[in-house]
């Protein structure tokens, strides 16, 4: 047994896991979990933290997170982003494709790993599926491509939504890999149609924009994504999840043994379209926060695990850029990776979940998901120490003066009364904030988690009649 001194132990804090909570101290070596004992039993440490009077908990993965650079970085980079991401308790994130020019062939995937050198914590990145870059995505994939994005409706950056031969061949293609495809589920063609419509009767008003994406856009678009990855065997994960509608076609390809997840954000779970008048154009986000029943239904799907991962697809833009009055011209999407945590541990506080269930949705889900478990995800011997510590009774406003993504300091939740915050951040052995101040230093500690990604290969599905194997 190895006796040397930890680097860091953590002591006198409650540990919290999926299946419960328990007083206990950590001991850090280096970037990883070496020790967990009973409080007081651990041995010495060069350095330590006293923990009593907070929860520690695996830091959160958040899979939907849009840094804008290249192309877009007035409104966030990889510095302000991440830092965001460390001041809200998230260790690891994955970063969006539609950037400018996007993330569809492995030049534009290199070009982003340069930018994300200045990452404060872990992320992955994501590569673009589309309807022109099908010849790309092996090419991606062997250049450290995370997972996919296919955007099957149109929103920030305008990409096309791809045709259904395109998505399937993409699908077909990334199978074979195991890497999990994310979809922007709202079927582009009904809202173009509708948005036409509306536009020249001069609607233009912010509930305009959820009358031009009615949930059947979210239905149709979960239907024809579960239907190719069944045919394909492809892993995808539903993003954003905002309709009581989408819900049971994604429990029925659940059922049939379709690899789906899905993940919603806490605008869909707090705010509703009563909460349009107030807002304004703030509140315009795709896919569009909606009439308050979808609110009760996700919560449950939520608390049931048939939406298994609480994102926040932080989507930062200008505060000028935010409050068009003309609701078509206003940009669509807010920062949240700093806020979700807040905002979600208010909800533990109030009883809407548990603090365990919390742990599952935020961390071990989205590891096991996108194939960083238990490496990441997990307060075990030997995963990477990736710990965010909260303080379930403090409380606070949100501010959004105050946001870390200083270019994009604008949210539906500014004022909202919070009761729970991450006091520390961890990301594999480091502190990236510590006392609620962002630590210096942590500029450019983040690392692509592909390395550490493992993706057990899924059953190939109809093999023989794939694009490529036709033209064989
Ligand atoms: C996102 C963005 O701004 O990049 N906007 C949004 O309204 N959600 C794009 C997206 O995830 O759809
Ligand atoms: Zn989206």
């Not at 923990?51 to 993965?61: C, D, E, R």
């Not at 074979?176 to 149609?193: F, P, Q, V």
């Not at 075990?380 to 406003?397: I, P």
């Amino acid at each position: 047994m190895d006796h040397a001194p930890f680097d860091l132990a953590i002591t006198g804090g409650i540990i919290v896991t999926p299946e419960g909570r328990f007083a206990g101290d950590i001991g850090i070596r280096g970037e990883v979990i070496a020790a967990i004992a009973a409080p007081g039993a651990l041995g010495a440490a060069h350095e330590t933290l006293d923990a009593a009077g907070l929860h520690i908990m695996p830091g959160a993965i958040d899979v939907h997170v849009h840094f804008r650079d290249p192309g877009m970085s007035h409104k966030e980079d990889w510095d302000t982003g991440t830092a965001a991401a460390a001041m809200g308790g998230v260790t690891t994130v994955f970063e969006m494709p539609n950037t400018f020019p996007p993330t569809s062939t492995p030049e534009m995937l290199a070009d982003k790993f340069e930018r994300a050198k200045s990452a404060r914590i872990d992320f992955g990145l994501y590569g673009l599926l589309a309807e022109d870059n099908i010849d790309q995505l092996e090419g991606l994939i062997a250049g450290g491509a995370a997972a996919f994005k296919c955007f099957m409706g149109n929103t920030t950056g305008n990409l096309p939504s791809p045709s259904t031969g395109a998505m399937l061949e993409g699908f077909e293609i990334i199978a074979k890999h195991g890497h999990r495809i994310s979809l922007h589920a709202e079927t582009a063609s009904i809202m173009a149609w509708r948005q036409r419509k509306l536009m020249a009767a001069d609607r233009n008003a912010p509930l305009d924009h959820l009358a031009a994406r009615p949930a059947i856009v979210a239905i149709e678009a979960v239907i024809r994504a579960a239907v190719l990855a069944e045919w394909t065997g492809a892993r995808i994960h539903v993003l954003h999840i905002s309709s009581a509608d989408e819900l049971r076609p994604l429990r029925e390809a659940q059922l049939r043994g379709v690899d789906i997840t899905g993940e919603t954000c806490p605008c869909y779970l707090m705010l509703d379209s009563e909460d349009y008048a107030r807002l304004g154009p703030v509140i315009k986000v795709n896919p569009p926060v909606r009439e308050p029943h979808h609110k009760e239904a996700i919560w449950q799907a939520l608390l049931d695990g048939t939406i298994g991962l609480i994102a926040t697809d932080h989507a930062p833009h200008a505060p000028e850029e935010k409050t068009r009055a003309n609701i078509w011209q206003a940009d669509a999407g807010f920062p949240g990776v700093e806020t979700q945590m807040p905002l979600m541990l208010t909800a533990v506080s109030e009883g809407k979940l548990s603090l365990e269930h919390y742990v599952r949705i935020s961390a071990e889900n989205p590891a096991k998901a996108f194939g960083l478990y238990p490496v990441k995800g997990a307060i075990r011997v030997g995963s990477h120490a990736d710990l965010a510590l909260v303080d379930l009774a403090r409380e606070d406003r949100i501010d959004q003066a105050k946001l870390a993504s200083l270019r994009s300091r604008i949210t539906p939740f500014h004022g909202k009364h919070i009761k729970g915050l991450p006091i520390h951040t961890i990301s594999r052995g480091e502190y990236v904030m510590k006392d609620r101040a962002l630590v210096a230093e942590s500029f450019g500690h983040g690392r692509s988690v592909h390395t550490v990604q493992h993706m057990a290969k899924p059953e190939p599905r109809h093999a023989e009649q794939t694009m490529a194997a036709v033209l064989r």
